[in-house]
């Protein structure tokens, strides 16, 4: 072994220094010479020793790649392929001089070997290139995953193919497959054949985002499943791409669908439908022994399909309300000696546990496995932070990171109009490339019991599976970084790569990935007279088009120019009534459009203090309030300013002293979120250093079919300076979600009109 790292080391010394390799994610070592190989097509290749699943999927690669072939006459480059032994796990190395060696200590780093291969060659006017270069690798995390969640919206066999297809591509290595859930259950159970017949349909599914209002349904039948002939089919499938799939059966909550199935497995035992809406829902697993023998008979089918270690149990999200009132749950808290409903989950969790471990296999749960103790052998999966992680691992569990900050691929990437519907958060590419699965938190002699991270995707808004693709691409790309890079390049390093290569590649393998990095970066900020944004070309040139309408007293004025590179565009705030401006920004490039409007009063960019702080989750600065644009709906974090306090004060300096005629401000409603309408409202001006009152306490009517409710309040005096006071609810109304909490306060604008 020494000597071949010493003759690795010679060939080492005669590279050029710091190249940016062209494969994502981005490998260990990578050298390239000033010489390349150049072959018009087949490769002279030598197979000898290589398993035929690898000598399938190298064949594979290469066509679809490149279309190259592999022919044992060839007067193209040779390749070999060697196997090492003693060398780290999962390692491989490339070695690219008048031919190709690749040397790999395992089928799965020898099949990431030549992926890596794929991506090093390059197309050329008369056939291929491939630079003389060096390439060392292996990954820094072990569990690098992917989730689908297929019970909100089914996905076909094959779809499931082509999505493990993509992520082995990506040096992805574990796929989640979310099973069961409230809206449908996916896998067929012999033992319990209405799981599927009954559970895995539901007769509506509703319309539009969740916080929308009237709610409305599609009252058509929707559903399906895969036969345990197909599930077999797919765990074969990931399996020869060197992909191991984690089940997840949930437990005990979400689980609506298998209770429609069997009601009797319920604490009330009343019959339900399989649900049609989105969310957490009260009815869940009872915990007595009927149910918890059901499952573990499910179990049993579950194991003997999938052969991974690790079974997902799901445990997140589960109401105690049934419990509670349960007579059979109280006897098993009672029998079990257990203080609390959490402790019950608790109860039911180490059951499952000691029933998989008796059977060789490892349970994992969604963080809540943690309340009320974690079970002996559990791992978990930190979903509300990473907190969970840090406190499992610090109990020495494995953990899997996948914070929903970094890692849920169901938020939006983009600020952009012209997003599509998203489940609500925002996660562009380069918050996910700065994920790390170890925070700083963490002591280090815990970090060996960070497994890796993985990105989810829940489906509820994605009901067809281009949109799948296209929440998932390119962001599994820097995730993959995140996940596979020692020490990742810089993100603008990564982004020339992806546009380069990996796009392209990926438009080839008709994949309907998010063209949102081609989106104009516009950024707004505070100018002398109001507002202005910049619209800042992408790295790659592109050039805008930016067309723009001004409605001033019924009037309209309309421009149009192009933007080569960066402009700023200035919007004055207005002297008197209201102007109202609307902007298109196309790329003439893919030709996405990003739209805004803007309304001009007297209190646009003007200076805004904020005496009561905004929830620092919410706050997205003092300009959100005053940029003369609405929040829109289903809302999104960045456009609205949000409080957990009962009573909020915001100053404004309207810089100049003079009459003004009205004030309004526009809230949010949205009981699922918590965020509720205010109580009242009252207006203060300044004089002569004083607060004067002006107009108020306004009073709000509760309405719950409103989403958006602006208030009127009328000024009419003399002043520079307003103070608006905020009364929320003490608390959220019973039989609300939340009831007895402080609710949110949700702000999105504040008008002084003159
Ligand atoms: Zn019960």
Not at 154 to 170: P, R
Not at 364 to 373: A, M, P, S, V, Y
Not at 507 to 528: G, L
């Amino acid at each position: 072994m020494k000597c071949i790292f010493f003759l690795f080391f010679l060939v080492i010394m005669n590279l050029n220094i710091a190249q940016v390799s062209p494969i994502i994610p981005a490998p260990v070592v990578y050298q390239e010479l000033n010489e390349s190989l150049n072959f018009d097509g087949d490769l002279l290749v030598n197979f000898i020793g290589l398993s035929t699943n690898l000598q399938e999927q190298i064949t594979h690669l290469a066509a679809i790649y490149h279309g190259i072939q592999f022919s044992n006459f060839s007067s193209g480059p040779k390749i070999s392929f060697k196997k090492l032994e003693n060398v780290k796990q999962d390692s491989y190395s490339i070695n690219v001089s008048n031919e190709i060696v690749i040397s790999f200590s395992s089928d799965v780093s020898c099949y990431y070997a030549f992926i890596s291969l794929m991506q090093l060659i390059e197309t050329t006017s008369s056939g291929f290139k491939l630079k003389k270069c060096f390439v060392k690798d292996y990954p820094k995390f072990s569990w690098r995953g992917l989730h689908l969640d297929v019970s909100r919206h089914f996905f076909t066999v094959e779809e499931v193919k082509k999505y493990i297809d993509l992520m082995s591509l990506y040096k992805f290595n574990t796929f989640h497959w979310h099973l069961t859930d409230d809206q449908g259950w996916r896998i067929e159970i012999k033992n319990f054949p209405k799981l599927t017949e009954i559970g895995g349909w539901r007769d509506s599914t509703m319309n539009n985002h969740y916080s929308t209002k009237p709610r409305t349904y599609t009252r058509h039948k929707y559903g399906g499943y895969y036969t345990q002939e197909q599930i077999k089919e797919v765990v074969a499938y990931a399996n020869s791409k060197f992909v191991t799939i984690v089940p997840e059966i949930e437990m005990p909550g979400h689980s609506r669908a298998a209770l429609a199935a069997y009601p009797e497995y319920s604490c009330t035992g009343i019959q339900q439908g399989v649900e049609g809406l989105w969310g957490v829902f009260d009815d869940i697993f009872c915990s007595k022994e009927e149910t918890i023998l059901f499952l573990q008979k499910i179990l049993d089918e579950v194991i003997l399909l999938f052969p991974g270690k690790y079974i997902h149990v799901g445990g997140d999200e589960a109401p105690k309300t049934r419990w509670e009132k349960c007579t059979n749950c109280q006897k098993v808290m009672h029998e079990n000696n257990l203080k609390n409903e959490h402790q019950l989950q608790s109860y039911f969790i180490q059951r499952m546990d000691k029933y998989l471990t008796e059977k060789g296999r490892k349970l994992i749960g969604w963080d809540e496995i943690l309340e009320g103790g974690l079970s002996s052998n559990a791992a978990v999966m930190s979903w509300r932070g990473f907190e969970g992680g840090v406190e499992a691992a610090s109990q020495e569990h494995e953990v899997v990171m996948t914070p929903g900050s970094h890692c849920y691929f169901d938020h939006y990437q983009g600020k952009g109009s012209n997003e599509p519907i998203a489940i609500g958060g925002f996660t562009p590419l380069e918050k996910v490339y700065e994920f790390n699965p170890i925070p700083n938190q963490l002591n280090k002699k815990y970090e060996p019991y960070i497994l890796g991270g993985q990105a989810n995707v829940w489906t509820e808004y994605i009901s067809d599976f281009d949109k799948v693709e296209y929440m998932v691409y390119p962001r599994a790309l820097a995730l993959s970084q995140a996940l596979w890079c020692l020490e990742k390049p810089s993100f603008n390093a990564f982004k020339n790569v992806l546009m380069d290569k990996h796009l392209p590649f990926l438009k080839k393998m008709k994949v309907h990935y998010a063209k949102t990095i081609f989106s104009p970066k516009i950024e707004w900020e505070k100018s002398k007279k109001g507002v202005q944004f910049n619209i800042k070309s992408n790295d790659q040139g592109e050039i805008y088009e930016v067309e723009s309408s001004e409605i001033k007293n019924n009037k309209i004025s309309k421009m149009n120019f192009n933007v080569l590179q960066d402009e700023c565009i200035e919007i004055n705030r207005s002297e008197k009534d209201q102007i109202n401006y609307t902007y298109y920004v196309r790329s003439k490039n893919d030709s996405s459009t990003t739209q805004f409007n803007i309304q001009a009063t007297s209190s646009l960019g003007a200076p805004v203090k904020y005496i009561t702080q905004p929830s620092a989750s919410y706050n997205s600065g003092s300009l959100t309030l005053v940029d003369g644009q609405h929040g829109s709906l289903p809302w999104k974090r960045n456009e609205w300013i949000g409080f957990d306090t009962t009573e909020i004060d915001i100053e404004i300096d309207l810089l100049k002293r003079q009459k003004y005629k009205q004030l309004n401000v526009s809230f949010l409603s949205d009981e699922h979120s918590w965020i509720h309408f205010p109580e009242w409202i009252e207006v203060f001006y300044l004089r002569k250093g004083k607060w004067k009152h002006c107009s108020g306490p306004v009073q709000f009517s509760y309405l719950q079919s409103e989403q958006v409710r602006s208030f009127q309040i009328e000024l009419n005096k003399p002043t520079r300076n307003v103070l608006v006071k905020i009364k929320s609810l003490t608390v959220i109304p019973n039989g609300l979600p939340g009831a007895g909490h402080i609710p949110w306060t949700f702000i999105d604008e504040i008008e002084v009109v003159k």
